[in-house]
């Protein structure tokens, strides 16, 4: 049976002969995780990058001070660290943390970049690595649309309406908890609350834990 991480777009158009010979020549690890164990250091290199094949892990950067931001949030068929991977002389910025229990796949990618033969799998992984870097930077573009307004309130309607557009419907549910969320969003955990509790009183949303529903509204200060 073809696994289901063949079926990830850094695999797309591989044929099964390829993906065992890419599989191989990548020398593919998988490990399991507890929720909120470290799985890659900040300061640290790395010569892997990782799939994520079950459960879903965050990127956050930590400061010595303890403040954190979370940058990213990748669930199964996810990618992370593949920059860092192809740069050698590259070290991690960012902490990779287990978001809930979570399967990982690891490949060695390093080498990719050097002399080697043109193989039709090479071809084809340099090809789609391209093409998740650059929905990499696109989600991070968008990041920085989201903690750019100055109110809790801006961030937070630029954050829901950008979900609302990617899941095509105005009820959804997030992948961050409470506090997650405030990280997310550069915002203090209680403010942030509050503002929450403010828009249900404005009939903006409706919302329990993870869960939102949008309600049009003509004008809203952000």
């Known amino acids: 049976m073809r696994p289901s991480y063949a079926d990830s777009v850094l695999f797309k158009d591989m044929s099964e ?16 995780y507890d929720k909120d164990a470290v799985i890659l250091h900040a300061g640290d290199p790395t010569k892997k990058m990782g799939i994520v094949l ?29 920059t860092y991977a192809l740069l050698p002389d590259a070290v991690m910025l960012v902490d990779v943390v ?9 490949l060695g990618v390093s080498g990719l970049l050097e002399n080697a033969p043109a193989t039709s799998w090479r071809n084809i ?44 419907a105005d009820e959804f549910d997030i992948p961050f908890n409470r506090q997650q969320l405030a990280d997310y969003l550069n915002l203090e955990r209680t403010n942030m609350s509050k503002e929450l ?23 809203q200060d952000r």
């Open 197 to 219: 509790t403010r828009m249900k009183r404005d009939g903006l949303i409706r919302c329990r834990k993870n869960h939102f529903k949008l309600l049009p509204s003509a004008h």
């Open 54 to 82: 079950e459960g879903s892990v965050r990127i956050e950067n930590n400061d010595l001070w303890g403040s954190r931001s979370i940058l990213s949030h990748i669930g199964p068929g996810g990618f992370f660290a593949e």
């Open 98 to 106: 287990a978001n809930e229990k979570c399967r990982v796949m690891f």
């Open 125 to 168: 992984l340099t090809r789609n690595l391209l093409l998740i870097s650059s929905h990499k930077n696109l989600a991070l573009s968008g990041r920085s649309f989201h903690t750019s307004p100055k109110s809790a309130r801006g961030r937070l309607l630029s954050y829901l309406n950008m979900m609302a557009i990617q899941q095509h």
């Open 17 to 32: 002969e390829e993906l065992k010979i890419c599989l191989k020549e990548m020398r593919t690890t998988a490990k399991s």
